[in-house]
């Protein structure tokens, strides 16, 4: 008999992946629902954020892509958009999400949602229910790219007239770091307080 619940316990767990709690929350300023997931000791939305504000925009200014996925904001705005209780993660909170799922090298896999993402998705399995989706940027003339093929989001991190952001690619299963300027459009994923 424990051997039997010992094995229905390891297929719980397979089924729900790194994500051991989901759920949803409802911003109150617009009532918009987001899927939450939460990982490790961490809870994320499990969507980009889609809360209409100065300097935010839809890809291609179509509401559809809104819908889909989420806005893109400037660094100035994703500082201080994400709703009470819940703040635009630092790169070390990235971090921590990326060592819980096993390091920049693997963990893009683990984070990129199974859909919307151009061919080939390499390595996406979405085991931990976080769904990161290919949301392209506004350049800061606005001109966008890399729908369907690249996810950007925000860090509070900065140097000096740039900021940092963390990005997925439809070509490999990493997850990279680097730098832009702050008047790009990038999505926003964020982290509960």
């Not at 200014?61 to 100035?76: A, P």
């Not at 060592?99 to 390595?123: H, M, Q, R, V, Y």
């Not at 093929?149 to 990493?174: F, P, V």
């Amino acid at each position: 008999m424990k051997i039997y619940l010992f094995i229905l316990s390891l297929g719980i767990l397979s089924l729900t992946g790194y994500g051991q709690q989901t759920g949803t929350f409802t911003d109150l300023r617009d009532g918009k629902a987001y899927k939450i997931v939460k990982i490790g000791n961490q809870t994320w939305m499990a969507e980009n954020l889609n809360y209409t504000t100065n300097n935010s925009w839809c890809y291609n200014d179509s509401i559809i892509n809104c819908k889909t996925y989420g806005r893109l904001y400037t660094w100035s705005v994703a500082k201080n958009v994400c709703p009470t209780g819940w703040h635009l993660p630092s790169d070390e909170e990235w971090i921590t999400l990326i060592t819980f799922l096993g390091g920049e090298d693997s963990a893009g896999g683990k984070l990129k949602s199974i859909k919307f993402w151009g061919n080939p998705n390499t390595g996406a399995t979405d085991s931990s229910r976080f769904s990161g989706l290919p949301g392209g940027f506004r350049y800061d003339v606005n001109a966008y790219f890399y729908l369907g093929q690249i996810g950007y989001w925000w860090t509070t991190n900065e140097y000096d007239i740039y900021a940092y952001y963390r990005y997925l690619s439809h070509k490999n299963k990493s997850f990279f770091s680097t730098f832009c300027s702050k008047e790009f459009g990038l999505s926003i994923r964020c982290i509960k307080d």
